[in-house]
């Protein structure tokens, strides 16, 4: 038998999940930002921080959109086709 087989059989939790994971106390947004970092960030409010940031980033980002769309934009009357239109197609003979 080899030496590292056997050293697995004896000692199974040895090679356990060895990657962290947070406790089932916190919510699951909380416990995803965890996760998702990597471990990295392992404190509540350092999450909510995260998520608060990341929200109002989000919002920003929204209404910027919105006001660029709503006053910023072009109307569209002045789009040139590059092609002229023979406007008397359009009129009843």
Avoid: C, H
């Avoid at 060895?18 to 416990?31: D, K, M, V």
């Avoid at 959109?65 to 072009?74: E, K, P, R, S, W």
């Amino acid at each position: 038998m080899d030496i590292l087989s056997q050293y697995n059989k004896e000692r199974s939790d040895a090679l356990g999940d060895q990657t962290w994971s947070p406790s089932a106390e916190y919510g699951f947004l909380i416990r995803l930002v965890m996760r998702l970092s990597g471990g990295r960030i392992q404190d509540a409010r350092k999450v909510t921080v995260v998520l608060v940031a990341a929200t109002l980033t989000g919002l920003a980002a929204s209404v910027a959109v919105l006001a660029i769309g709503f006053y910023g934009g072009d109307s569209g009357s002045n789009i040139d086709l590059g092609v002229e239109i023979d406007q008397r197609q359009f009129t009843n003979p």
